[in-house]
């Protein structure tokens, strides 16, 4: 069983960045894609960004775009999300998981999650 814990989240100004990790235990975490989501009491669950297995593919919201950047060092089963030009709508609960099937729909798409760090953004 695959277990993630997010760090790096913290209070930052507007403009300003920071880089979420998430680290993962178990000997296949260099298998699994990965994915990370944002949580808001308001919009609920949000999609931000995934990267395959290798990190050779990624993919991004549109409201991160060019903003954000998701990478993996399987050497060190950690994913990142290095978050530059932060916004007050970016504040969340980010937490990571593991995409089973990516790219297409199935049961249990995600069914390891991490507890979430929280990212407050001020202006």
Known sequence: ???LVESGGG???AGGSLRLSCAASGRT???YAMAWFRQ???KGREFVAVI???GGSTTYADSVKGRFNISRDNAKNTVYLQM???KPEDTAVYRC???RCLGTMCQRKY???GQGTQVTVSS
């Open 111 to 113: 069914d390891y999650w």
């Open 97 to 99: 998981a593991v995409d």
């Open 1 to 3: 069983q695959v277990q």
């Open 11 to 13: 209070l930052v100004q």
């Open 84 to 86: 530059n030009s932060l």
């Open 29 to 31: 975490f260099s298998t």
């Open 40 to 42: 808001t009491p308001g």
């Open 52 to 54: 395959n297995w290798s």
